[in-house]
Nanobody, 132 residues
Framework: QVQLVEAGGGSVQTGGSLRLSCAAS????????MGWFRQAPGKEREGVAT???????????DYADSVKGRFAISRDKAENKLYLQMNSLKPEDTAVYYC??????????????????????WGQGTQVTVSS
């Protein structure tokens, strides 16, 4: 069982930055698919970025087209935390952001084959609000 706890959400203006973190209660540095997802009011949960973990780091990052070039997913090996650096934020990025994980050794973790339904460990979510 893995418990995930997100932090770092908040309110920023258009063009601002935020860094989300996801702390895991168990080691997730090898063989996990991990990702960030978001859900805006009245919309379905959607994938933002995913990675595969190996040797404690995040590899093979995949991003939604809407965030490419603005967001970066990473993992801190020592802290056992997943991060999402969000730059050039837009009002349409406003949502609750969730961290997710699932053990999946030696397989791809790309967004197109790991939808929200694929993941079995979820955090409680952190609110990100971007005002114009």
């Amino acid at each position: 069982q893995v418990q995930l706890v997100e932090a770092g959400g908040g309110s920023v203006q258009t063009g601002g930055s935020l860094r989300l973190s996801c702390a895991a209660s168990a080691y997730t540095g090898d063989g996990y698919c991990m990702g960030w997802f978001r859900q805006a009011p009245g919309k379905e949960r959607e994938g933002v970025a995913t990675v595969r973990t190996a040797g404690g780091i995040a590899i093979y990052a995949d991003y939604a087209d809407s965030v490419k070039g603005r967001f970066a997913i990473s993992r801190d090996k020592a802290e056992n935390k997943l991060y999402l650096q969000m730059n050039s934020l837009k009002p349409e990025d406003t949502a609750v952001y969730y961290c997710a994980a699932k053990l999946r050794r030696d397989r791809s973790c790309s967004l197109d084959i790991t939808p929200p339904s694929f993941y079995n460990y979820w955090g409680q979510g952190t609110q990100v609000t971007v005002s114009s």
